[in-house]
């Protein structure tokens, strides 16, 4: 079967650095992508790695281990509005876009 | 640009009731989704079309049907609603089906009671 794992929930301070990571096991492999969903609203595409690496945009970086079936997401400068939950999906076989459960990441000032 | 709306925001639904999700969507995108979510799992792939007058089925598609008759609009369809469809419903699109960004609508909560 296929699965994306992630922890459930996860706390950090503002201004600190938090790591999200996230394991698959899936179908094939097309790209993995990070969406960020605010509590009551739609998820908003943060980034996309298809090669091994690291992708840095901002603040947040993605990381990429094809080999591992392993990816992070990295957060810096941490803000409040960056309270969110954190979703991992990978691209299958077959395109099509397999979520984990999600992170919740909760900043405390 | 409104990119994707939904309609209605929330529904409170009596079990056995038809009822139908609206999307619409602006950017002229080929492929569009639907996807419930329910909490403590991830999203789950009811439907999908990668281009209008197409459809297809994804992860959970009992209880469901979906229409593409254009670009614009993917409604969803419950024949007969059941408790346990009550869940939260986004609609999405991307310019293509594949390795394409999908962006969400603000999603549809529904209640079957």
């Known amino acids: 079967g296929q699965n994306i794992d992630q922890p459930t929930e996860m706390t950090a301070t503002e201004g600190a650095i938090v790591q999200i990571n996230c394991t698959y096991q899936t179908s094939g492999f097309n790209g993995l992508f990070w969406y960020q969903q605010h509590a009551g609203e739609a998820p908003t595409f943060l980034s996309y790695?298809?090669l091994d690496g690291l992708e840095e945009k901002g603040r947040f970086s993605s990381f990429l281990s094809r080999s591992k079936g392993y990816s992070y997401l990295l957060l810096k400068e941490l803000q409040m509005k960056d309270s969110a939950s954190y979703l991992c999906a990978v691209l299958d076989s077959n395109y099509q876009l397999i979520w984990g459960a999600g992170t919740k990441l909760i900043i405390k000032p | 640009i409104a990119g994707i709306t939904q309609a209605p925001t929330s529904q409170i639904l009596a079990a056995g009731r038809r009822m139908t999700l609206r999307c619409t969507q602006d950017?002229?995108?080929?492929?569009m989704y639907w996807y419930r979510q329910d909490l403590g799992l991830g999203l789950r792939l009811i439907h999908y079309?990668?281009?209008?007058?197409?459809?297809g089925k994804g992860e959970v598609p009992d209880g469901y049907s979906v229409s593409r008759a254009n670009t614009d609009d993917f409604p969803l369809t419950l024949a007969s609603a059941v408790p346990s469809q009550t869940s939260v419903y986004f609609c999405?699109?991307?310019?293509?089906?594949?390795?394409?960004?999908?962006?969400f609508g603000p999603g549809t909560r529904l209640l079957v009671l």
């Open positions: 999405a699109s991307s310019e293509r089906a594949g390795a394409e960004t999908q962006y």
């Open positions: 079309s990668n281009t209008a007058g197409t459809t």
């Open positions: 790695n298809v």
């Open positions: 950017m002229r995108h080929n492929a």
